[in-house]
């Protein structure tokens, strides 16, 4: 894209106001292959030693897209620490969102690392409380990874059955969806 010199230029201008936009453009690098030094060279930026989600929140978008690229580049014990900050960050603001994102996350990375019966307690933690508390927008993940766990564990039709039933609300014909199918 051409638009992106640019952009680096901005948020390297913007100090700690370019935290968020150098996370996305981190995020989008991921999706074009860039590199993945390059890439944490951005989130490192963008995270500021925490204080994107001291500021932000563990709900904040960016935060999520800091998590999601670290785990595509396979760095998942940075990952681990930003997920534990939102968990940190949540309990301390009482966010049941901000707690649900971490935890969905958390699932995530624990599939990535090969740890299914971690990963399915924290995806089953994450349906139950996002069912519950009606958060749409973290559904289609929360669903996706515990089925992935129950089909890494050799049990395809009690996943087929977790999705027969997700309450996918508002994010039909959303990204989150592709993720979830």
Same mark, same amino acid.
């Given at each position: 894209?051409?638009?992106?010199?640019?952009?680096?230029?901005?948020?390297?201008?913007a100090?700690?106001?370019?935290?968020?936009?150098?996370?996305?453009?981190a995020?989008?690098?991921?999706?074009?292959?860039?590199?993945?030094?390059?890439?944490?060279?951005?989130?490192?930026?963008?995270?500021?030693?925490?204080?994107?989600?001291?500021?932000?929140?563990?709900?904040?978008?960016?935060?999520?897209?800091?998590?999601?690229?670290?785990?595509?580049?396979d760095?998942?014990?940075?990952?681990?620490?930003?997920?534990?900050?939102?968990?940190?960050?949540?309990?301390?603001?009482?966010?049941?969102?901000?707690y649900?994102?971490?935890?969905v996350?958390?699932?995530?990375?624990? +599939?990535?690392?090969?740890?299914?019966? &971690?990963?399915?307690?924290? #995806?089953? *933690?994450?349906? /139950?409380?996002a069912?519950?508390h %009606? +958060?749409?927008?973290?559904?289609?993940? &929360?669903?996706a990874?515990? #089925?992935? *766990?129950?089909? /890494?564990?050799?049990?395809?039709? %009690?996943?087929?059955?977790?999705?027969?039933? &997700?309450?996918?609300?508002?994010?039909?014909?959303?990204r989150?969806?592709?993720?979830?199918?």
């Amino acid at each position: 894209n051409q638009r992106l010199p640019g952009l680096r230029e901005l948020a390297a201008r913007a100090g700690s106001g370019g935290r968020s936009l150098r996370v996305l453009l981190a995020f989008r690098l991921v999706f074009d292959a860039g590199r993945g030094d390059e890439v944490l060279a951005l989130i490192e930026q963008g995270l500021d030693g925490g204080r994107l989600v001291k500021d932000e929140s563990a709900e904040a978008i960016e935060v999520t897209w800091a998590v999601r690229a670290l785990t595509f580049i396979d760095e998942l014990q940075r990952a681990e620490r930003v997920v534990d900050e939102m968990t940190i960050d949540a309990r301390k603001r009482g966010s049941v969102t901000g707690y649900v994102f971490a935890t969905v996350w958390r699932a995530g990375i624990a +599939l990535r690392r090969g740890l299914v019966a &971690a990963g399915e307690a924290d #995806a089953r *933690a994450a349906v /139950e409380l996002a069912t519950e508390h %009606d +958060l749409h927008v973290i559904a289609p993940h &929360a669903y996706a990874f515990l #089925a992935q *766990a129950l089909i /890494e564990q050799g049990a395809p039709e %009690d996943a087929r059955r977790v999705l027969a039933h &997700a309450e996918l609300g508002p994010m039909r014909g959303t990204r989150p969806e592709s993720r979830f199918l």
